[in-house]
């Protein structure tokens, strides 16, 4: 095991024994093109463990490794550990994060295409002007002599440089980025030999790039290709598109591609938000005023499908929301029930009912050829100047958009969806149309935004990850999926299309008596007992023992933060901190790690939850209230139905396999996630607490459809002390005092 090539990536001392063990597996899985799933517990060197072996196969088979998690504290993290593997092992390696963060002029997407267009243009015709330039002063001496052939030559090229002049002093007079045309034009070779001399941040590279009059940006897209290692955020892989335009910087074919995902567990959401689309209704409104002032044949057909459908998302919105729910929308999307089981969507049917025409495929083609061509007439019009900015093409995103709709929203997995906001002060949404609302229905612009209408927004949301995700593991070489709450691992291969991984599974790699589980017998936490009293003050009176058996710091975590905000108030043990709207969670967590008896109240579904370290004294106890079930929503039950329909089989219900898949396993999660905040080091040490009667032994026998305890992997379950709420403190003060974790007396229990 020394003598193994990878360990050269291997910055530190010896590995762990079971780092030894998982480095030769993923080393052998990488070679027979595997992906593998890693699930390790906080401590057991995950990063490293998978990126030694890829680096060395990477490096030996001519690939590249891409390490990409959706935490930006891991990304920094990673950015450390490459940084460390580079001072002793030669590494070429960049961080790369999205264009809107390292932009200098701050322009979106579609603008920044077309000013990189016309800089390009500019600077290759300044070279053919510079080429032809020097051509006719080597002619001018020949035709000096009175050599008639050479003087002909010459009076060619002085016309090719008229021509070029006229060009450049058009392109000057066009929209150009002067920070781009500086990568073009200025010597670059300083700012790589800068960038691969360590492992920069984005940060560094934006400041570095800026003082030099550079694009960073643009310069890291055009000089990633064969480097050993990128790291990146998940959207540069989950999202088609821009995978598409990433491995062709990076310079290579999937193929020769190896992925590492961290915090993999949360791959499923993040394919889901990358392959929902959605349209809101001003969109369409833009669109009609848009088609009002074309004259094409084809703009009458596009404005009537495009009216057609209008008109329908607004009749699905109206005949759902009743007088008093409509009062009650605010500015945050609501979903609006509009599937049916039996038949199309009510938008659909909609649609089909109201429209009239000659066929709405054919007019549907008409209008997304006709967006296609008034989208590129903006373009043009933006690089030569004649616009400030690159104008967006309403049309061809709302035809488009209704093309999909009425192919894709009956299929099995998608859901259709309508949701509803109302316009607020300042509003930044697609519901703004030159600056001003249009939310009615009519298709002119002439609504102030400050009047507070209600407007809708249609949504394709794919249920079933695996649509996005099946392609891109078939397409990589292998892919590393790691996280600490893995399992079951079965569940993982069939939500993202995983065809026959290896997988492998460390748990604890700490001393065991320096960790502590509890699942406290009390109330059953159930929705319905939330509001009751009792239930409250026993709550209540389990927190504040925790609290002040604690030598240290307490994390809470809640099934929402309207629970965490109740219990904040209730609580009167240690200093308490509250995650709510409006507060930094960067900074509430500092003041809270600051402190010394501190409590902080927050909801397991929020981003205190995982992906962020509490290392030794920031926190001692962490404690779990309730099951904390996500809110059960009409979007959350058709992710159930499709998991049922797509995972059901004759052993397992079709229900249980919905239920396991959509709720219960990504539940369990979480929860895993939450108590893993404490004991991130061999010397740290502090309890975990389960504090709901679901979690123990005893409703297993007593009641089992509500239980979860079988829910967690069995070497979890073995750690778990069952305990009387009224007894924990005294655990807790044993355990502690065992640890002499007390900074003088422990404190008295009465």
């Not at 360990?7 to 093109?33: C, K, N, V, W």
């Not at 004649?386 to 929203?409: G, H, K, N, Q, Y």
Request: aromatic content about 10%; overall charge negative.
């Amino acid at each position: 095991m020394s003598g193994a090539a990878y360990l050269r990536y291997f910055p530190y001392d010896e590995p762990y024994s079971h780092q030894q063990e998982a480095m030769r597996r993923i080393e052998t899985a990488l070679t027979d093109g595997a992906d593998i799933l890693f699930e390790g517990a906080t401590g057991t060197g995950k990063t490293l463990a998978a990126l030694a072996p890829a680096l060395e196969h990477a490096r030996d088979t001519d690939k590249t490794v891409v390490i990409t998690t959706n935490v930006h504290q891991q990304m920094r993290q990673f950015r450390r550990e490459a940084s460390a593997i580079a001072d002793s092992e030669e590494l070429r390696a960049v961080v790369f994060r999205g264009k809107s963060s390292m932009c200098h002029i701050d322009v979106g997407y579609e603008e920044c295409q077309a000013l990189r267009e016309t800089t390009r243009e500019l600077v290759d015709t300044e070279q053919e002007l510079a080429e032809l330039e020097s051509e006719q002063a080597a002619l001018l001496d020949g035709t000096e002599a009175g050599d008639t052939a050479t003087a002909d030559a010459r009076a060619t090229v002085m016309d090719g440089i008229e021509e070029l002049t006229e060009q450049v002093t058009d392109l000057e007079e066009q929209s150009t980025c002067g920070y781009y045309y500086r990568n073009l034009t200025a010597d670059t070779s300083g700012f790589f030999q800068w960038l691969y001399a360590d492992v920069r941040t984005p940060e560094e590279i934006y400041e570095y790039a800026g003082e030099r009059g550079f694009c960073g940006y643009e310069l890291l897209k055009e000089g990633v290709e064969g480097v050993d290692l990128v790291v990146c955020n998940y959207h540069h892989l989950l999202d088609p598109v821009i995978r598409e335009q990433f491995f062709r910087w990076l310079g290579r074919d999937p193929e020769d591609v190896i992925a590492v995902f961290d915090e993999a567990h949360n791959i499923e959401s993040a394919a889901r938000d990358h392959a929902r689309r959605t349209l809101a209704e001003p969109t369409f409104a833009r669109a009609l005023d848009e088609l009002d002032g074309v004259d094409d044949a084809r703009a009458e057909s596009a404005f009537n499908v495009l009216e057609t459908f209008h008109g329908a998302l607004q009749q699905a919105y109206e005949t759902t929301l009743g007088p008093g729910e409509r009062a009650t929308v605010d500015e945050n999307w609501t979903d609006l029930g509009i599937d049916n089981n039996d038949r199309r969507d009510a938008l659909t049917l909609a649609f089909l009912r109201a429209y009239t025409g000659p066929g709405y495929e054919t007019e549907l083609e008409q209008a997304v050829e006709l967006g296609r061509e008034l989208d590129s007439r903006y373009e043009r019009a933006y690089k030569r100047g004649e616009t400030s900015t690159r104008r967006e093409c309403p049309t061809l995103s709302a035809a488009e958009f209704v093309a999909d709709w009425l192919t894709e929203s009956a299929d099995g997995g998608t859901y259709p969806v309508v949701s509803v906001r109302r316009e607020q002060r300042g509003d930044t949404d697609d519901g703004r149309a030159d600056g001003k609302l249009v939310a009615d229905g009519a298709h002119t612009a002439d609504r102030h935004p400050d009047t507070g209408d209600v407007y809708g927004r249609a949504e394709l949301y794919t249920c079933i990850p695996s649509r996005v995700t099946a392609s891109l593991f078939d397409e990589l070489h292998a892919s590393v999926l790691m996280s600490a709450t893995l399992r079951p691992f079965a569940v993982t291969e069939d939500v993202l299309g995983l065809d026959d991984p290896e997988t492998m599974t460390y748990g604890p790699q700490f001393p065991k008596d320096r960790r502590r589980t509890y699942a406290v017998d009390g109330p059953a936490l159930f929705a319905s007992k939330r509001d009751d009293r009792q239930v409250q003050q026993s709550i209540t009176q389990t927190l504040e023992d925790v609290v002040r058996s604690t030598p240290g710091n307490t994390l809470a975590f809640f099934p929402s933060y309207s629970e965490a905000a109740r219990y904040h108030e209730r609580v009167t043990a240690g200093t308490r901190y509250l995650d709510e709207a409006g507060t930094s969670a960067r900074e509430l967590r500092e003041s809270f790690t600051d402190d010394e008896n501190g409590v902080l109240f927050t909801s397991l579904w929020g981003t205190l939850g995982e992906g962020v370290s509490y290392d030794g004294d920031d926190a001692r106890t962490v404690v779990v209230v309730g099951v904390p079930y996500p809110h059960l929503d009409d979007r959350t039950n058709a992710v159930q139905d499709a998991y049922e329909a797509a995972f059901g089989d004759g052993e397992t219900s079709q229900e249980d396999a919905g239920w396991r898949y959509a709720v219960e396993i990504p539940t369990v999660r979480k929860t895993r996630q939450a108590l893993g905040r404490v004991v991130r080091s061999p010397e740290d040490f502090g309890a975990r607490i389960l504090l709901d009667a679901r979690y123990t032994e005893r409703a297993t026998i007593e009641m089992p459809e509500y239980a979860v305890r079988g829910a967690f992997p069995a070497e979890e379950r073995a750690e778990m002390v069952d305990i009387d709420p009224e007894k924990l403190r005294y655990g807790l003060l044993n355990f502690y005092r065992e640890l002499d974790a007390y900074d003088g007396d422990p404190p008295q229990l009465v």
